[in-house]
């Protein structure tokens, strides 16, 4: 496999899973027990969400300022007979019939009536990222050989709940309102093992040369990230199997060039 690690800086981004009643919380990953001065602890894992879609609207913004009309990221004008407006300098999902830049690389699933079902296909790239470790949990263990773990194997970030209240007119509360924000360094990925020579140095220039923000509450100033580093991987994974029944995984990493 090939890969692109990005390594980013956030002074407040909410990616949230959206409202549940008047509270929006990131997307629980699952509950980790590790072991720290001899006692077993839990930590809460989060996922840093819509890190694949902000990707694909830094290409779209690339191109727009290029004048290249590519997909939009909908199709939701297929369904139901419904009309959806796009923005100018886009085309509806598919109606490239997959040549534009964007749809080479992100593909898409194509609806329409009358069109092929060959317009369908798989992006060609696929993103993730480490879990989000508390930054207030990671401060607090003492054990140097787990928190060099915990440091390599997620994002350790600090993440705050942000409480605020809607007055109307006559200052009574018309609503309450609690968001949860992440703030710090992350690291994602993009195995780019599928793209030729020359749609990697676009990714780059795309990830280099585009300033759109990511998540939610972007007029606020939220979801601002600063990218501080690029690598290009190649990685060979390796899995042993031990004589306690477990599986160890290595990845072997060799630095390449841009």
């Known amino acids: ?42 930590i809460e894992l989060y996922k840093i969400k819509g890190l694949k879609g902000w990707l694909r609207h830094k290409y779209m913004e690339y191109y727009r300022n290029k004048g290249i ?17 796009i923005p100018k300098g886009f085309h509806s999902l598919g109606a490239c019939n997959g040549n534009c830049p964007i749809y080479k690389i992100f593909g898409g699933v194509v609806a329409k009536k009358d069109v092929s079902s060959d317009l369908t296909r798989q992006s060609r790239i696929m993103v993730w990222e480490n879990g989000v470790v508390s930054l207030t949990h990671f401060r607090k263990i003492k054990d140097k050989k787990l928190k060099k773990h915990l440091k390599s194997k997620y994002n350790v970030m600090s993440y705050n709940t942000e409480n605020s209240i809607c007055l109307g007119i006559d200052g009574e509360s018309i609503q309450n309102f609690g968001e949860r924000f992440i703030a710090g360094d992350f ?21 280099l040369n585009t300033d759109t923000q990511m998540g939610r509450g972007k007029t606020r100033g939220n979801g601002i990230v600063e990218i501080k580093k690029i690598k290009y991987e190649e990685v060979i994974i390796e899995n042993k199997l031990k004589k306690d029944g477990t599986v160890e995984r290595k990845e072997n990493i060799k630095e390449l060039n841009l």
């Open 69 to 85: 009309e590519v997909c939009y990221s909908s199709s939701k004008e297929n369904f139901k007979d419904r009309k959806l407006e």
């Open 187 to 207: 690291e994602f990925f993009i195995d780019v093992t599928k793209l030729n020579d020359d749609e990697l140095k676009t990714m780059v220039d795309v990830l």
């Open 1 to 42: 496999m090939k890969r692109l690690r990005i390594e980013l800086y956030t002074p407040e981004l909410k990616t949230e899973n959206g409202s549940m009643g008047t509270r929006s919380e990131m997307l629980k990953l699952h509950t980790l027990i590790e072991n720290y001065d001899g006692n077993k602890k839990n």
